[in-house]
């Protein structure tokens, strides 16, 4: 190797492949309730890097208002993203519910966490640094 080459530390490699996927995920809240104080996204985020590493993906960057969570997380090609969405959205939910429960409550009902959609983009056409700030500055919650 030569002395001059400074390895991207987000090119990560495989078997057979040389990979640098990001993606910026939006998760809502059912009804977009203001549910989330800033314990609960402090929580979030525990429980949404560990799934992440279960699927051998990394949480780069994570924050969120009272009604809305971003994600930027870094996955290998073999990680069907509908799945790890599925996945991070289910095991969040069962959690918060459990662990939050009379919170909850008093903003959701029926079972539901998280609304059935998400946004899912791609981070190539924007630095990463770029997305990183944009969620950072999120206005999290204060209490």
Excluded at 13 to 37: I, P, Q
Excluded at 95 to 110: K, N
Aim: charged residues 25%; positive net charge; hydrophobic residues 30%.
């Amino acid at each position: 190797m030569s002395p001059r080459w400074n390895p991207n530390p987000d090119v990560r490699t495989g078997r057979h492949v040389v990979y640098n996927l990001h993606v910026h995920l939006v998760f809502v809240t059912k009804y977009r309730r203001k549910a989330f104080t800033d314990a609960m996204l402090t929580r979030t985020e525990e429980i949404m890097r560990d799934v992440c590493t279960d699927f051998e993906a990394e949480l780069k960057q994570f924050n969120g208002e009272q009604d809305h969570v971003h994600l930027l997380v870094h996955y290998p090609p073999k990680v069907q993203l509908s799945k790890l969405v599925n996945s991070l959205k289910g095991v969040s939910s069962r959690r918060l519910r459990q662990e939050y429960d009379s919170h909850v409550r008093r903003y959701l009902w029926g079972g539901h966490f998280w609304s059935g959609s998400y946004f899912a983009g791609s981070c190539r056409g924007a630095p990463l640094t770029v997305v990183k700030q944009y969620i950072e500055n999120q206005q999290r919650p204060t209490s």
